[in-house]
């Protein structure tokens, strides 16, 4: 990683997700599909997090240039990209495996994913569920799961549950997207 990047881990459901979403937003400069947040030492693999056993959430490890985008404009992004307020749900995806995660790098992340969550609060009916936790270790996931939305947009789960997060995306973050 170069010294004009900086690190957030979040977590909103299927990895795939949130990883689509990013690789939309002008200043990232990588998204990479990985394990956060876990009791199990060592690299878990994709069935052991699927187990829900581990203790693991599905994230994206993103490296990103602050001079473009702030951290808080990210976890607006975040937060309004998927349902922070259902507890260790997105649809159809169901376990801790999925909860809604923000791990923070440092203590300035940590305030400023306090503020956000306060900030983005009106916006929801439900109290926000998004567990907030001091970064663990990340554990990429296999090459079949990173960028899976543009290696398979047709495929059935990336039309009826990616595609639908990428309109929202393009409807309420225009200005921060690589291509409006």
Request: proline content about 4%.
């Given at each position: 990683?170069?010294?004009?990047?900086?690190?957030?881990?979040?977590g909103g459901g299927?990895?795939?997700?949130?990883?689509?979403?990013?690789?939309?937003?002008?200043?990232?400069?990588?998204?990479?599909?990985?394990?956060?947040?876990?009791?199990?030492?060592?690299?878990?693999?994709?069935?052991?997090?699927?187990?829900?056993?581990?203790?693991?959430?599905?994230?994206?490890?993103?490296?990103?240039?602050?001079?473009?985008?702030?951290?808080?404009?990210?976890?607006?992004?975040?937060?309004?990209?998927?349902?922070?307020?259902?507890?260790?749900?997105q649809g159809a995806?169901?376990?801790?495996?999925?909860?809604?995660?923000?791990?923070?790098?440092?203590?300035?992340?940590?305030?400023?994913?306090?503020?956000?969550?306060?900030?983005?609060?009106?916006?929801?009916?439900?109290?926000?569920?998004?567990?907030?936790?001091?970064?663990?270790?990340?554990?990429?996931?296999?090459?079949?799961?990173?960028?899976?939305?543009?290696?398979?947009?047709?495929?059935?789960?990336?039309?009826?549950v990616i595609t639908?997060?990428?309109?929202?995306?393009?409807?309420?973050?225009?200005?921060?997207?690589?291509?409006?």
């Open positions: 990683m170069s010294d004009q990047f900086e690190v957030a881990v979040i299927c990895f795939w997700c949130v990883e689509a979403v990013f690789r939309e937003v002008e200043g990232i400069h990588s998204a990479v599909s990985g394990y956060s947040g876990g009791k199990v030492p060592g690299h878990p693999t994709y069935r052991e997090i699927c187990s829900g056993l581990t203790g693991h959430a599905e994230v994206v490890r993103l490296e990103f240039d602050p001079k473009v985008i702030s951290y808080k404009k990210i976890l607006e992004i975040f937060l309004t990209t998927h349902d922070p307020t259902t507890l260790n749900r995806d169901v376990g801790t495996q999925y909860r809604s995660v923000i791990f923070y790098q440092d203590e300035r992340q940590k305030q400023i994913a306090e503020q956000v969550l306060v900030e983005v609060q009106k916006y929801y009916e439900d109290f926000i569920v998004t567990e907030l936790a001091e970064a663990k270790p990340f554990y990429e996931a296999t090459e079949d799961h990173q960028n899976y939305y543009n290696k398979q947009p047709n495929q059935g789960y990336c039309s009826y639908p997060k990428l309109q929202k995306l393009r409807k309420l973050h225009s200005e921060q997207l690589r291509i409006s």
